[in-house]
């Protein structure tokens, strides 16, 4: 793989991942049931997992906010100490942000409102079930048309697309607040709220540039899904320093290239 892609497309998820399992950490969920990662040996095949089973295994696991680690938080390329020192001319908080969220794009997808009264976690358990192992697009088109929703093939390229840059570098910002934001978890509802009290240099600095404008208006979650992969992308290069046309599509060639990382 091209250096720059790796830096670009690196799961932060598989950076908590191996972290609890390399300290021996557990978490404790709400059902009351630990879950040790260190004595999973399930996470080695998190490279062959296809990019919706890692979403659901991770989201299962009850691991979560993968931004508010403090090991990821110091990872250089998220929260160095001149991005730190920046927030700190606003604000003595400072705390990270995931930019753009999967979830609400997952509940219009798979139409989670009518459910029968199926719980969101059993639901996703039972859809993890079925989708484990297959790293074959066709065949997780068929399983989930066929018992969860009817999802065009289209949304659910878009959708595998979204998944495997949500938790990369370029979609999670040191942060001075965290402002609530509109149902779509958009970052340009956010510097509607942070452009009263941060000077303009602060989205450049962050490289906020492509988000900055009087807000976002998606026509479906198709249109979403496309466009914060393309603007995760961006940023992750602009953050690196490498932004141009030529690695940009790059990425995008590798993002489409399978399912799996």
Request: net charge neutral; hydrophobic share 35%; glycine share 4%.
């Amino acid at each position: 793989m091209d250096s720059i892609i790796i830096p670009v497309l690196k799961d932060y998820r598989k950076t908590v991942v191996d972290y609890a399992r390399e300290n021996g950490l557990w978490y404790l969920s709400k059902e009351k049931k630990r879950v040790y990662w260190s004595n999973e040996s399930k996470w080695d095949d998190w490279g062959n997992w296809n990019v919706l089973q890692q979403t659901l295994e991770f989201e299962l696991s009850h691991a979560r906010h993968v931004e508010s680690r403090s090991y990821v938080q110091n990872d250089g390329l998220i929260m160095n100490d001149s991005y730190k020192e920046y927030v700190r001319n606003f604000s003595e908080y400072e705390t990270a942000d995931l930019m753009n969220g999967w979830w609400y794009c997952f509940k219009t997808l798979f139409d989670l409102t009518s459910r029968n009264g199926e719980s969101p976690r059993r639901y996703e358990a039972r859809l993890l079930k079925d989708i484990k192992d297959k790293n074959d697009e066709q065949a997780l088109e068929v399983i989930i048309n066929n018992g969860y929703a009817c999802c065009e093939k289209e949304a659910l390229r878009l959708l595998f697309r979204f998944l495997k840059v949500v938790y990369t570098m370029g979609n999670i910002t040191p942060a001075a607040v965290n402002p609530r934001a509109d149902a779509w978890d958009s970052w340009e509802y956010k510097l509607l709220k942070y452009k009263d009290r941060f000077h303009k240099d602060y989205i450049q600095k962050l490289h906020f540039e492509e988000y900055e404008n009087n807000g976002a208006v998606f026509a479906n979650v198709n249109e979403y899904m496309e466009s914060r992969t393309d603007r995760i992308i961006s940023r992750g290069l602009r953050i690196l320093g490498c932004y141009n046309s030529d690695n940009k599509r790059k990425v995008l060639n590798e993002i489409e290239v399978s399912l799996t990382s």
